[in-house]
């Protein structure tokens, strides 16, 4: 069997996830992997066959997006060029982590999909959301990245295509100590802002990972580390908690380890509001942006004895059977009713 395996690389959540479940993807053919994005720090630990600068997500350093230069970097030409070049008619079955060129393509050229991954269940209408719905954020999740198959991952099985998240193999074999500093990963602040906030709360200790740094660089009570794989691993089996925004993996991961966790979402990224609404169900505290109640939110957050859980039911092994036994072909009837706007060849 020939098989595509798509993957969104905005941010680090999605590469993460992939190296974890390629191999458990390679039991069942032969897999080409398209990587997607220009915006994230860790690299893919295996042979990319396509690369694209797809879609990218930039942010301020204050917390939100960059929309200037999100705007600045969309090439909608090369984007339909590389739609129109990508042969997802080859493959025996595409496997789609929230990437929209394999999407297009694979509308375009009426080859079935499934979209495998996070994003995929908000689909559901189960799944929280934010007292607040922003209607562009919602088209987003739904239509970002279509597929004739979605099978989701989230922190609940708020429905019945919903499996629960991947766990990194370091994270699910360690024993998880408390050394007595808090790891924080807040990739939508600068070093200067973070360091700002922490700094005065000098009777903790903080291990900062920085896209702004190469080499560790300690300033009084903080260390800020460069992102990467291991480091951060080993940062997040040792922490006493963790401060970090409301994606899905690090809060999973946080969670799996029965770690202290606080989360602070990106603004104007829809889908990390409606993480932060299932995280405050599960009792999870939000904050909305780094000010002024920051030290006051960090003290009553350290002085709370409760720790959300997470429980595996499912390993990554049978995940991805799942994935292989539900990701059959649609007929050409169902792919005209999911793309009705488009015009096939």
């Not at 998240?165 to 990739?187: C, F, M």
């Not at 792919?335 to 009705?340: A, C, F, K, N």
Request: glycine share 6%.
């Amino acid at each position: 069997m020939k098989i595509l395996y798509s993957v969104q690389a905005t941010g680090n959540g999605h590469i993460s996830r992939a190296m974890e479940i390629l191999p458990y993807i390679e039991r069942y053919g032969q897999v080409d992997v398209f990587l997607s994005g220009a915006n994230y720090t860790l690299e893919l630990d295996a042979p990319v066959k396509y690369r694209s600068k797809g879609l990218c997500l930039f942010y301020t350093n204050s917390g939100g997006l960059n929309y200037l230069e999100m705007i600045r970097k969309f090439a909608p030409l090369r984007i339909l060029r590389e739609v129109r070049d990508l042969p997802v008619e080859k493959y025996d079955l595409v496997i789609n982590d929230f990437e929209s060129i394999t999407a297009l393509a694979c509308a375009f050229k009426k080859v079935p999909s499934v979209n495998f991954g996070h994003q995929a269940s908000f689909v559901s209408p189960k799944t929280p959301r934010p007292t607040h719905r922003d209607r562009m954020g919602e088209w987003i999740l739904r239509n970002y990245a279509r597929a004739t198959k979605y099978i989701g991952l989230h922190f609940r099985q708020y429905d019945d295509f919903i499996l629960p998240p991947v766990i990194k193999k370091e994270i699910l074999q360690a024993d998880p100590t408390d050394r007595g500093h808090i790891t924080v990963y807040l990739s939508s602040y600068d070093d200067m802002t973070v360091g700002s906030y922490l700094a005065p709360l000098k009777d903790h200790r903080f291990e900062v990972f920085s896209k702004e740094v190469s080499s560790p660089v300690r300033e009084g009570n903080i260390l800020f580390l460069p992102v990467g794989g291991s480091a951060f691993n080993k940062s997040l089996i040792r922490c006493k908690a963790i401060i970090t925004g409301a994606g899905f993996e690090t809060p999973a991961e946080a969670l799996y380890m029965g770690k202290k966790l606080l989360v602070l979402p990106i603004r104007g990224q829809y889908e990390q509001f409606c993480n932060a609404a299932a995280l405050q169900k599960m009792g999870v505290p939000v904050l909305e942006a780094l000010g002024p109640d920051f030290a006051n939110t960090f003290s009553a957050w350290m002085a709370d004895q409760k720790r959300p859980s997470l429980t595996l039911d499912h390993s990554t092994d049978s995940i991805v059977s799942y994935v292989m036994q539900h990701a059959g072909s649609q007929d050409k009837n169902m792919l005209d009713m999911l793309y009705p706007d488009c015009v096939f060849n």
